[in-house]
């Protein structure tokens, strides 16, 4: 136990610390069978699972999952197609747009938010909707582990979408991936996997602790050069989610930090209430596609929206926000549902 709890240190600082590009790390088993890791003296350390003991942590890569109208509620597991092969789907249609959802650390494909813009999407587009688990991964109450996964999360999922392309000619301009906290940062790795030439990706809190804090260089983290567009909610600023700006527009509601309203203090310890919000907010952004709701105007800061300074440049925050928005946005929610004001 002891040593175990030595090695989690040394994951964590190295974590810290591992800021050095690795080349090798495009390798097909990286991530499910070693990681590379960067020590103090920035001297690189290959990280063989095989060297470790089994007990008490979890491999495995992640799951993908397709919904369509087709298949609302019964999704069809995806595989990564072994050598060049094709992508093989009953369900994926090619005439259609790819969105990519998923979770962060502790949480799995099932929990309710992901769920619920799935079925939103569906109910307003005809659209191929892919859910990513990487539970095995994320469910590592090691926060330094999850953390290290999330680059190889991104390489699969960018894996599963070069295959799209290739097997449906769906080109990347037709994929939007959108993932919450350590999620968000697997995303970041998806986009960069994919040249940054998907069409957006949406961060919703991106994780903070080993990503901003430290702040790692852009290649290590969800940043405008992963997309087209990338814009991100922030509700736990500062804490558990990115307190500046790296989007192309960064929203902050409520000021973008802890304590969003309808989150006491007690919930914020017991279910990172505040952090939970932005996917919250982003689901119900779905419903507006008038882009009425969550109404947004470009400030320098919260303490001069506050006052009233800023009415001038105004966008819609979630899912319908324009993909030339630029800077950052303020606005106000409700404390319940609906959240629009
Ligand atoms: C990890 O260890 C195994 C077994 O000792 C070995 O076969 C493999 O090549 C090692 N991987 C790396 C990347 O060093
Ligand atoms: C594929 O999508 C197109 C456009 O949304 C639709 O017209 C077509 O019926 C879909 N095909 C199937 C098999 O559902
Ligand atoms: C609104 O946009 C205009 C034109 O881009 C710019 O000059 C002005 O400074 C912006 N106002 C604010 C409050 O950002």
Redesign the pocket.
Known sequence: MLAWRRLTYVVFLCACLGTIECE?DT?D??GS??LMLVDEAFNRH?L????LPSRGMRFGKPDFYLYTRNNRDDPEVLFIPKDDNCLKSVYFNGSNDIRVITHGWMSDYQVGWVQSIKDSLLRHYDLNVMTVDWSHLAKNPLYPWSALSAKFVGKQIAKLLDSCTKTYGVGRDRMYLIGHSLGAQAMGYAGRFLDGDVHRITGLDPARPLFELPLLPIEFRLDKSDAHYVDIIHTCAGLFGYEDSYGHADFYPNEGTTDQPGCPAKRELLDSCSHGRAAIYFEESIEYPSGNGFMAYRCDSWKKFKRGLCKENKTTMGYHSSSDSRGDFYLRTNSAPPYAI
């Open positions: 090798d390798k088993d990286y069978s070693w290959v063989n699972f095989s060297d």
